[in-house]
T-cell receptor, first 110, second 115 residues
């Protein structure tokens, strides 16, 4: 069993829809939870990070962490074609050794 | 600020040759991390370096792989006697402090193909 599980997709939704992306994990010591966006042939770009449990909102993006269920989510409101990318979750116990999900490929149809 | 610069973007090597991947961190960043990404997989930590020091190389294969971050110049990831299984995208990241949790910047990656 992988330490971090993420559905690879692809997830295809129409423009304007609310998108929900998720990861589950097994290591209860994880404290930092990150979401990265990766466009094709590009490096990962940090979208949001959350420390411990709770919600964090930034514009159209909301990150949620439920440590009791070992489950994290990223919601994208009013999705745009430019949001089409692969979204990777990453976690750490508090250092530089990030443990990554495999990424979910998201396609927003105009 | 030019961001994290990696070169080359694409590298083709024959089996048995050496591959050298370069990473110039963002200005003011003295912490560099190398990650490897295989197709359809997440990134895997390889090595963490500060200027002239290897801090953690626990994710790097013991043989054929080495990394350095000299006082002057970019960080180098070196793979000797490459094999087909080394084909992957190699990303480096830099940060101003020893943590990638909150302020992390990745380069565009070097895509290594071994033929």
């Amino acid at each position: 069993q992988k330490e971090v599980e993420q559905d690879p997709g692809p997830l295809s939704v129409p423009e304007g829809a609310i998108v929900s992306l998720n990861c589950t994990y097994s290591n209860s010591a994880f404290q930092y939870f990150m979401w990265y966006r990766q466009y094709s042939r590009k490096g990962p770009e940090l979208l949001m990070y959350t420390y411990s449990s709770g919600n964090k909102e930034d514009g159209r993006f909301t990150a949620q962490v439920d440590k009791s269920s070992k489950y994290i989510s990223l919601f994208i409101r009013d999705s745009q074609p430019s949001d089409s990318a692969t979204y990777l979750c990453a976690m750490s116990e508090g250092n530089y050794q990030l443990i990554w999900g495999a990424g979910t490929k998201l396609i927003i149809k105009p | 600020n030019a961001g994290v610069m990696q070169n080359p973007r694409h590298l083709v090597r024959r089996r048995g040759q050496e591959a050298r991947l370069r990473c110039s961190p963002m200005k003011g960043h003295s912490h560099v991390y190398w990650y490897r990404q295989l197709p359809e997989e997440g990134l895997k930590f390889m090595v963490y370096l500060q200027k002239e020091n290897i801090i953690d190389e626990s994710g790097m294969p013991k043989e054929r792989f080495s990394a350095e971050f000299p006082k002057e110049g970019p960080s180098i990831l070196r793979i000797q006697q490459v094999v087909r299984g080394d084909s992957a995208a190699y990303f480096c990241a830099s940060s101003p402090a020893p943590s990638l949790n909150t302020e992390a910047f990745f380069g565009q990656g070097t895509r290594l193909t071994v033929v």
